[in-house]
């Protein structure tokens, strides 16, 4: 009993950390889109100095990542990883007692049932992330998701986009890449872009579909040849991955409650 009880005095880490409002807010605003300092303070009517000292302790707990944006490198996106969220979520139940070890209510690593959701993936080139993006999401909903990618200066299919999704268990029927003015007629749920440059000239799209950003760096220029890149390529499938199985989740849940 003694044991238990010293145990359970401690609170978890986590539970002082999401605990307070405005980190609460702060992890709120980035569970669906990346972001950048202004629009948190925009979108929270809070002062740079609080949102940034806020930002500085999430990242501290390795929950939320800063990347530098690619299209303004003097300014950056703030990622919010639900993956660890979870994992720090299910420690502080069990930290309280075993029989509160948290289960997620919904199981990200079956395939959800979407009917009818449409979903665009851009980028600049149409030539890896979105072609991921596109391929993983049609593989994770059993073919429930509409999906489509475009890049807003197509250039060719890169040769690891194709391997990487190859050794996944996903062959690329599609080979040519689509611009985004291709597409502009074309009705969408989600838009979801990839590139912080694409971000700044995606246009507008029939019905306003919502629009989710994440800021995805692009393994292609992570070296010269393709040798080189491919770890990297590796790495965005796995968080392209991640990141859809949340978004099938959540929209999973939303038709659920729209029905």
């Known amino acids: 009993m003694t044991e238990t009880a010293s145990t359970a005095s401690t609170p978890p880490s986590f539970l002082e950390l999401a605990g307070h409002s405005v980190r609460w807010q702060l992890l709120g605003a980035l569970s669906d889109s990346d972001l950048r300092v202004s629009e948190l303070c925009v979108q929270l009517q809070l002062s740079q100095n609080l949102v940034s000292y806020h930002l500085g302790r999430l990242r501290s707990a390795g929950v939320v990542l800063r990347r530098r944006s690619t299209a303004d490198g003097r300014d950056g996106y703030y990622t919010l ?10 420690e502080m139940g069990a930290a309280l007692h075993p029989g509160l070890r948290l289960a997620p209510r919904v199981d990200v690593q079956r395939a959800p049932r979407v009917p009818g959701c449409r979903v665009l993936f851009a980028c600049t080139g149409n030539s890896a992330r979105s072609r991921i993006a596109e391929a993983l999401i049609r593989e994770l909903s059993a073919g429930t998701v509409k999906a489509r990618s475009a890049g807003s200066h197509p250039k060719p299919l890169h040769p690891n986009a194709v391997r990487v999704l190859k050794e996944r268990g996903i062959e690329l029927a599609r080979r040519r890449s689509t611009g985004l003015s291709e597409l502009l007629e074309m009705q969408f749920d989600y838009v979801i872009t990839l590139c ?4 700044e000239v995606c246009p507008e799209f029939p019905e306003h579909p919502a629009v989710i950003h994440w800021s995805v760096p692009d393994p292609s220029r992570t070296g010269s040849t393709e040798a080189e890149t491919y770890p990297a390529f590796v790495d965005t499938l796995a968080e392209l991955e991640a990141r859809i199985r949340f978004l099938l989740a959540r929209i999973e849940a939303h038709q659920k409650t729209a029905a």
């Open 81 to 90: 990883d639900l993956g660890r969220c979870g994992e720090l979520l299910t």
């Open 196 to 199: 912080d440059r694409v971000r």
